[in-house]
């Protein structure tokens, strides 16, 4: 009886001692550098913009912020990285807008990314446009949907990975024109575009920040957006919904960390996000990328996850998505 009573009070004393050391370092976070795992690859729009954000993040912090790129499989190893980490604020992760329609297609999804996260800041939110490369004989959106009604079998279309915006974009064209088009994943906008520009791939949804360089290069030529109205940096290339009604997808990225990150680090940390995003220099170059910049709160971006979550839950249900 003494003995099992001796073993109870020292487990007390350790656990009190823990969260003891736990407030302890909560209070002096942080006090060395910080990582952020980023899931997309260099040069990416969500890799510049991450690194962007890290800066400012590691001016308010007065600490070195470490960009640690873990691409592939559409942002899940990233996030399972995320997940394994200790939970102290000392790494962050990004989510990506694919994480919340990857459970709709995907069987044994290693995590929850409502329940298994806790969410910091949006760091951007924004349209996808659909590009082809020179060669392809088309000119518009109309004349693409007619060719690619024309030759099924011959459009194959690239994504940065299973479950992203990028495969998304495609998957929702298809059902809302009637077309057929072949998915080939890869790990990033880099590999695809490398593809097209061999002509293995005919067809690519991408950030406006992304595709700017090719575009501009001439190297790939823009059909249309995929917001409901034209984007103010690209007035001349119409919104894909003028043609198809009702038809609307947003990529966008937000931060997280793991669950059981004390409240006073994740308050730490999402004020100073909220801070560096919502910066009038930061802001303008982000809208100069054709995103929107983020900096809401954790308990909002939590809802706007959910919310995505469940949205596109109706939308893969609709299309006859099922997980594979």
């Known amino acids: 009886m003494r003995s099992r009573l001796f073993a109870a009070l020292r487990g007390f004393v350790a656990t009190g001692l823990a969260a003891a050391a736990m407030l302890a370092s909560a209070q002096s976070f942080p006090d060395r550098p910080i990582h952020l795992i980023v899931p997309y690859s260099s040069g990416s729009i969500t890799d510049v913009i991450a690194r962007l954000a890290a800066a400012g993040l590691a001016e308010r912090l007065k600490q070195p912020v470490v960009i640690d790129s873990k691409t592939g499989a559409g942002g899940i190893i990233a996030l399972k990285a995320l997940q394994a980490t200790r939970p102290d604020g ?87 024109a009637g077309i057929e088009m072949t998915h080939v994943p890869f790990r990033g906008s880099a590999e695809v575009y490398t593809a097209m520009l061999s002509g293995n791939v005919n067809a690519y949804f991408d950030l406006y920040g992304t595709a700017r360089p090719m575009i501009d290069g001439g190297k790939v030529r823009v059909l249309g957006v995929t917001s409901a109205r034209r984007l103010p940096v690209l007035p001349d290339v119409p919104a894909m919904a003028e043609l198809l009604p009702g038809y609307e997808v947003l990529g966008w990225t937000g931060f ?69």
Do not use: C
């Open 90 to 176: 000392y790494t962050l992760g990004l989510i990506p807008s694919g994480s919340v329609v990857q459970p709709w297609l995907m069987k044994d999804m290693p995590f929850d990314v409502r329940k298994d996260f806790q969410a910091l800041s949006l760091l951007y939110a924004g349209p996808l446009m659909l590009v082809v490369p020179p060669q392809m004989p088309v000119q518009t959106l109309a004349e693409f949907l007619a060719w690619a009604k024309a030759h099924p079998s011959k459009v194959f279309y690239g994504s940065s990975g299973a479950g992203t915006a990028t495969q998304l974009s495609a998957e929702l064209l298809k059902q809302a």
């Open 256 to 324: 997280a960390v793991p669950n059981g990150t004390p409240k006073e680090v994740v308050d730490k940390l999402a004020a100073a996000l909220q801070a560096t995003l919502r910066a009038p220099e930061l802001s303008r170059r982000l809208l100069d990328m054709g995103v929107e910049p983020g900096g809401n709160t954790p308990a909002e971006m939590a809802r706007f996850i959910a919310a995505e979550y469940d949205k596109w839950g109706q939308i893969t249900r609709r299309a006859g998505m099922k997980p594979e």
